[in-house]
């Protein structure tokens, strides 16, 4: 039984996608203080908004487009919470059950289904050709044929890092979640950083949705997020909030996703392949928040 090949690979590149969109909307929020655990939500209104927006515009970059908006609009409900003195903690599980309830009523309301959607006429994101990839062997057929958002999400790790890092935006970002009050002392407004780092994190997950619906599979599903926003703040987590860090830790629950699907192939148990990702998530946590023996 061959485990490792090139259409694993290629798996574990999709289903790395949404999980690195969501984990760096969270890494921007941590950066400036907000400790945003509401990407699960966010991620699963942009799924929805997708695929509604797709089929009404019979056309899937508008049904992007609307993912960003959908995802965008629980964000700004967030931001301005925030921004009155709200919870951060209380009003990212506030919107994740908003976002799956909504998303539940408007499946029913707008395609008169209950569960999933599906429609062999639902456009989807066409794969893209990248010029030069066809002439590196397996590594090009491994790499190539995936959606924008897939290479978009790649370029947005190493913008991200200069952003953050080499840009006076990222000097006052980071001096927002550190020190919040020397930054204010300074002239930032540290609300502003903060509710554009929240707004951020909408769009980012808008896309993250828009991959899932629209690129990884066409359809939607009640809570077809499963957990992936919760996995993404884990990724934030481990990665040090750094986007190198968070794009390994990414890399790793993509790799264990994409064996379990494989493994389900060969007959394992769903309910076991399924739990892979979240049980690898609390080991890595266990063993990298461990208290050193007194």
């Not at 049904?63 to 995802?71: D, H, I, K, P, Q």
């Not at 929240?198 to 997950?205: D, E, K, P, R």
């Not at 064996?259 to 389900?264: A, E, P």
């Amino acid at each position: 039984m061959t485990i490792v090949d090139a259409v694993l690979v290629y798996s574990t590149i999709d289903a790395i996608t949404p999980i690195l969109l969501a984990a760096l909307a969270g890494m921007l929020c941590q950066r400036a203080g907000v400790f945003n655990i509401a990407l699960e939500g966010l991620m699963l209104a942009g799924a929805f908004g997708a695929v509604a927006g797709s089929w009404y515009a019979n056309n899937a970059e508008l049904g992007v487009a609307s993912a960003v908006a959908f995802s965008a609009s629980l964000a700004i409900v967030l931001a301005v919470a925030t921004l009155f003195g709200g919870n951060v903690i209380v009003l990212g599980i506030a919107v994740n059950v908003l976002a799956s309830g909504m998303t539940v009523f408007l499946l029913r309301l707008l395609f008169g289904r209950q569960g999933v959607f599906s429609d062999p006429a639902l456009p989807g994101l066409a794969p893209i050709s990248v010029p030069g990839f066809d002439r590196i062997g397996n590594l090009g057929a491994v790499i190539g044929g995936h959606t924008w958002i897939v290479y978009l999400s790649w370029l947005l790790v190493p913008t991200s890092a200069v952003l953050l890092f080499q840009t006076p935006v990222g000097l006052r970002l980071r001096g927002v979640g550190e020190q919040p009050d020397a930054a204010a002392t300074l002239g930032v407004n540290v609300r502003r950083y903060r509710c554009l780092a929240i707004l951020a994190s909408g769009v980012l997950c808008g896309l993250a949705g828009a991959q899932l619906s629209l690129g990884s599979v066409t359809l939607f599903s009640e809570n077809m997020s499963a957990g992936r926003g919760w996995i993404a703040v884990v990724a934030v987590m481990l990665g040090r909030a750094r986007p190198a860090g968070v794009l390994l830790s990414c890399i790793a629950f993509g790799i264990a996703d994409a064996i379990g699907l494989r493994l389900q192939g060969q007959g394992l148990p769903n309910q076991l392949t399924d739990a892979a990702p979240y049980v690898i998530t609390l080991i890595a946590l266990f063993l990298t928040f461990r208290k050193a023996p007194a």
